[in-house]
């Protein structure tokens, strides 16, 4: 009983805490009148500069696909299932994004996504040609 009023009071103190605004809010109501007629002098400059070029979805992605292959290699050896198809796909798609990633930021990511797909992939034509050979 003590924990179910305790969670009651822990409830009902968040609720009350999450309604009231965090800044203060007025209102002020006031007109101005412009003197200007040109419109072109009421619009404000934008003064965020917009980035084109320098993201680092690439390096982001070739790591996320090269520890997806890992993640596969894993899955392969303790499953004992044929998911090194899914790590020589992923290990390919690490680097490819690695090479496009090392122009852009983040390139710690994009550099370690390449050398691991690079090593996933190499692993992955070991494996085939041994299974290829010794079939």
Excluded: Q
Aim: proline share 4%.
């Amino acid at each position: 009983m003590k924990k179910l009023l305790l969670i009651l009071f822990t409830l009902s103190c968040l609720i009350n805490t999450a309604t009231f605004a965090a800044f203060p809010v007025t209102e002020h109501s006031s007109t101005e009148t412009l003197s200007t007629p040109n419109h072109l002098d009421l619009i404000e400059p934008n003064l965020e500069v917009p980035i084109y070029g320098d993201s680092p979805v690439f390096g982001i992605s070739s790591f996320i696909f090269s520890l997806l292959g890992l993640v596969s290699w894993a899955l392969t050896i303790v499953v004992e299932t044929e998911l090194f198809w899914f790590s020589l796909l992923f290990g390919i798609a690490a680097v490819v994004l690695g090479a496009i990633g090392f122009s852009r930021s983040l390139k710690g990511l994009a550099i370690t996504g390449f050398i691991i797909g690079i090593i996933e992939t190499a692993f992955c034509i070991i494996v085939l040609t041994a299974i290829g050979m010794y079939g």
